[in-house]
């Protein structure tokens, strides 16, 4: 039998550990977003959207493409885009854009830059991801704690990157 204590200090817990962990967890589905007026089809497949001579700081955000179910999809695409350095799309080539595959393990890997902030946006990366003969989801992750977020009507606390560093961001993404 569990003592009152211990139940208090796991109801106690409880909000902490959501908040500690705001982005979907298995079970949840990751939420849509808009893909806003720059998405571009026929992206070139590629891990490194990172441009030649770049000053900007770079950035690697990791993570899996999961089922509802925390299985990892094999084979899931996810297409990313965003500002370049100066908080521009680049609306005639394909610049800060590109797609990939997950491996075996749903696994994912984007290596690029922290975007400039959009005009009106917070900073932020658009993304679609896409199960093998599944629907896509579109959405956008965020960075914490930056000054923008409150301010930017389609800001999410569920779509906010791990970070434990300003070079390192990590999501999960869970897909029908």
């Given at each position: 039998?569990?003592?009152?204590?211990?139940?208090?200090?796991?109801?106690?817990?409880?909000?902490?550990?959501?908040?500690?962990?705001?982005?979907?967890?298995?079970?949840?589905?990751?939420?849509?977003?808009?893909?806003?007026?720059?998405?571009?089809?026929?992206?070139?497949?590629?891990?490194?959207?990172?441009?030649?001579?770049?000053?900007?700081?770079?950035?690697v955000v990791s993570g899996q493409v999961l089922t509802v179910n925390c299985r990892p999809i094999?084979?899931?695409?996810?297409?990313?885009?965003?500002?370049?350095?100066e908080g521009d799309y680049d609306n005639r080539g394909y610049r800060y854009r590109g797609h990939?595959?997950?491996?075996?393990?749903?696994?994912?890997?984007?290596?690029?830059?922290?975007?400039?902030?959009?005009?009106?946006?917070?900073?932020?990366?658009?993304?679609?991801?896409?199960?093998?003969?599944?629907?896509?989801?579109?959405?956008?992750?965020?960075?914490?704690?930056?000054?923008?977020?409150?301010?930017?009507?389609?800001?999410?606390?569920?779509?906010?990157?791990?970070?434990?560093?300003?070079?390192?961001g990590a999501f999960d993404f869970v897909v029908a």
């Amino acid at each position: 039998m569990i003592s009152r204590r211990r139940l208090l200090a796991t109801v106690i817990a409880l909000p902490l550990s959501r908040l500690a962990h705001a982005q979907p967890t298995c079970g949840e589905m990751t939420p849509r977003e808009t893909e806003g007026p720059f998405f571009k089809t026929n992206t070139p497949q590629r891990i490194t959207l990172i441009e030649p001579g770049s000053k900007a700081p770079k950035l690697v955000v990791s993570g899996q493409v999961l089922t509802v179910n925390c299985r990892p999809i094999k084979g899931a695409m996810l297409d990313f885009w965003h500002a370049d350095e100066e908080g521009d799309y680049d609306n005639r080539g394909y610049r800060y854009r590109g797609h990939q595959f997950t491996d075996a393990d749903g696994r994912y890997r984007l290596e690029t830059i922290v975007p400039a902030v959009y005009p009106g946006r917070t900073r932020h990366i658009h993304v679609k991801v896409q199960p093998p003969g599944g629907r896509v989801l579109t959405t956008q992750l965020y960075f914490p704690n930056q000054p923008g977020n409150k301010r930017d009507g389609l800001f999410r606390d569920d779509l906010v990157m791990r970070m434990p560093d300003r070079s390192r961001g990590a999501f999960d993404f869970v897909v029908a």
